[in-house]
């Protein structure tokens, strides 16, 4: 299918980071939609998830969790939360930078389920601008002065927030398929990169 003819779903989620002796778990759920090549600012969705308030939480895990744990303590389990979202991470080809954290998180919050085709931000960007100085989402989305957009729509936020991250891969990729030439692949191809 046509990139421009496709709905993508860009998620992001933000994690307690490794410890030893629990299992990494899922904090922050963020995600926003990507159609006919343009974010669709009006599809933008966010979610804490429950974290167990006595479980440790890597020190050096980005966002803002340590001022959060109340909140965090009573947000719903990724599985209440999976029949509002089921159909965003099913029905739709997925996207992310650096797809690994969300492949995982997304699996172990439905198990069963069989996810689309993944789009990965950081392995198009690698192809997109060979000899960059970092393919981090934030450096990037500077290099490509994309930030000044990102704040905007989502005010009060920042890098590691999920939802931030989720829009900021969204803008990363509606640029990208800016570019002559990018516009004519398929969901499949940039799926192979």
């Known amino acids: 299918m046509a990139i421009f003819n496709a709905s993508i779903t860009v998620l992001d989620y933000e994690t307690t980071g490794s410890v030893r002796g629990f299992p990494t778990e ?22 804490w998830l429950k974290v167990d308030p006595n479980r440790p939480f890597n020190p050096h895990a980005p966002g803002r969790h340590a001022q959060l744990r109340d ?4 947000a719903p389990a990724p599985q209440e939360l999976w ?8 029905d739709f080809p997925l996207c992310a930078h650096n797809v690994g954290t969300e492949k995982k998180c997304t699996r172990s919050m439905a198990p069963m389920h069989s996810f689309s085709l993944w789009i990965d931000t950081l ?6 601008w060979p000899g960059c100085a970092s393919y ?7 290099l490509l002065d994309l930030k000044p957009e990102i704040d905007s ?8 927030d999920a939802l931030y991250d989720a829009v900021a891969s969204a ?8 570019q ?6 398929t969901v499949g191809e940039l799926a192979g990169m």
Request: proline share 6%; hydrophobic share 45%; aromatic share 6%.
């Open 171 to 178: 803008k990363l990729l509606e640029y990208l398929l800016s």
């Open 26 to 47: 899922p904090w922050q759920i963020g995600m926003v939609s990507l159609s006919a090549g343009k974010v669709d600012p009006d599809s933008m969705f966010e979610s």
């Open 83 to 90: 029949p509002s979202i089921q159909s965003r991470l099913t």
């Open 153 to 160: 729509l989502c005010k009060g936020k920042e890098a590691h």
């Open 136 to 142: 981090a989402l934030d450096d990037l989305i500077v």
């Open 71 to 74: 909140e965090l303590a009573a």
């Open 180 to 185: 002559p030439g990018w516009n004519e692949l």
């Open 123 to 128: 392995k198009i960007a690698r192809k997109a």
